[in-house]
């Protein structure tokens, strides 16, 4: 996967919102706040082809199954619009009810730029579509471990730095490892036979000692030296 250049993000963002369901496309326009702009929507691969070419918006939020088109979905729909994402106008963010690994593989190859499934919170989604328009890849935190094995470590990450591993204590690495996947504390704390409680206090320390603020961060940093 190539890696876009690094944008400067002029808030608030515009983007044009892909799903066909009008209900969850109200929904999500309701719930961004005022770093993004909904500029257009679209509910199916031909609408959404049109829409995005006609507003060129720097982010879309797109469904990853849609009617329309030759049955490809959302990929179908980055793929018919490779010439925006060449030219670095137009971004692609997936937005999804399925963590079907053949669904993250299918849009992320077709060149998406990240993959968050529909339970994330409007903040969160908000963040997400910034943080893609400024050019970073955005994941679910259990979505990243797909593409990292469709994909392998892409051009320009680093491998695993020693000094920093080395600032986590065994139980800390163990615990890091576990939330960057997107466990759970509590399913954390059950596979490692700790208290929810004890989860928490080493996820505070891990945090602290990578100076990172929040778990979306601690994936990315995880994935970013391939060691979820």
């Known amino acids: 996967m190539s890696t876009p250049a690094a944008a400067e993000v002029v808030l608030p963002v515009p983007v044009v919102l892909v799903d066909d369901h009008h209900m969850f496309r109200a929904g999500v326009r309701a ?8 500029v257009g929507e679209a509910a199916d691969v031909d609408e959404a082809v049109a829409v995005i070419h006609a507003h060129r918006p720097p982010v879309v939020l797109l469904d990853v199954h849609l009617p329309g088109g030759t049955g490809g ?27 079907a690994a053949e ?87 059950s596979e490692l036979f700790i208290s929810i409680k004890t989860v928490e206090t080493h996820v505070s320390a891990v945090l602290r000692k990578l100076q990172l603020s929040s778990r979306y961060e601690l994936t990315r940093w995880a994935a970013a030296r391939h060691i979820l």
């Open 31 to 38: 719930s961004l706040d005022e770093r993004v702009s909904v």
């Open 73 to 99: 979905g959302g990929a179908e729909v980055v793929r018919l619009c490779a010439d925006l994402i060449g030219d670095g106008t137009t971004r692609f963010l997936a937005l999804s009810v399925s963590d």
């Open 103 to 189: 669904d993250v593989v299918a849009v992320i190859r077709a060149g998406a730029r990240g993959y968050v499934t529909k339970n994330i919170s409007a903040k969160d989604l908000s963040s997400a579509v910034v943080q893609v328009a400024g050019g970073d890849a955005v994941f679910s935190p259990r979505l990243a471990g797909f593409v990292l094995d469709a994909f392998g470590t892409a051009a320009g990450e680093v491998s695993v730095a020693d000094d920093e591993l080395d600032r986590l204590s065994r139980r800390e690495q163990e615990v890091m490892r576990l939330i960057a996947r997107g466990y759970s504390y509590r399913e954390v704390a």
